[in-house]
């Protein structure tokens, strides 16, 4: 079995963040700020501030719920219909070869941010998987946080 190693990682899995993101973030107001660039009903998107990728994309719930069951099913349907838009906006935007797309429950099953349930959507290219961060510990992100954030933000409400 070939392995992944991403010991850059360990900062975002061992930090101690206080109170929840997931919550925090929508209230706040400050959505470019927060690159949060699209809002629906019961979700909204935002970008992932320590992306595995160019487009790195999360979609949660309003609601603080901790796991997907937890979710009634008018909420577990429109954040269903929120990940399939996102995704269709960043095929668009970056015209991925293909798509990671995950949800995980909980501490030990990867989750940053435990207890709010959320979508990650990664989008893949081939080759976007280097020498880089097996040698010097470094991920090369093609472009910043702000840049995709304007272009997604610009994108979507045209």
């Given amino acids: 079995m070939d392995k992944l ?37 019961h979700s909204f998107a935002m970008l992932n501030l320590y992306p595995y990728n160019n487009g790195h ?10 796991r997907l069951e937890d979710l009634t099913k008018e909420e577990a349907s429109a954040l269903v219909l929120h990940v399939q838009e996102c995704e269709a906006l960043l095929r668009k935007l970056l015209r991925p070869a293909g798509f990671n797309i995950g949800l995980n429950e909980g501490r030990i099953a990867g989750a940053g941010f435990k207890d709010h349930i959320h979508v990650h959507i990664v989008p893949r290219w081939g080759g976007d998987t280097n020498y880089m961060p097996v040698l010097s510990e470094t991920k090369v992100i093609s472009e910043s946080l702000e840049a995709m954030y304007r272009q997604l933000t610009n994108a979507h409400t045209r």
């Fill in 5 to 41: 190693w991403a010991p850059w990682r360990k900062k975002v899995i061992y930090r101690t963040q206080k109170g929840c993101i997931f919550c925090a973030k929508p209230r706040q107001k400050k959505d470019a700020k927060n690159f949060l660039f699209m809002r629906r009903s």
């Fill in 57 to 66: 994309v999360m979609v949660a719930p309003y609601r603080h719920v901790k």
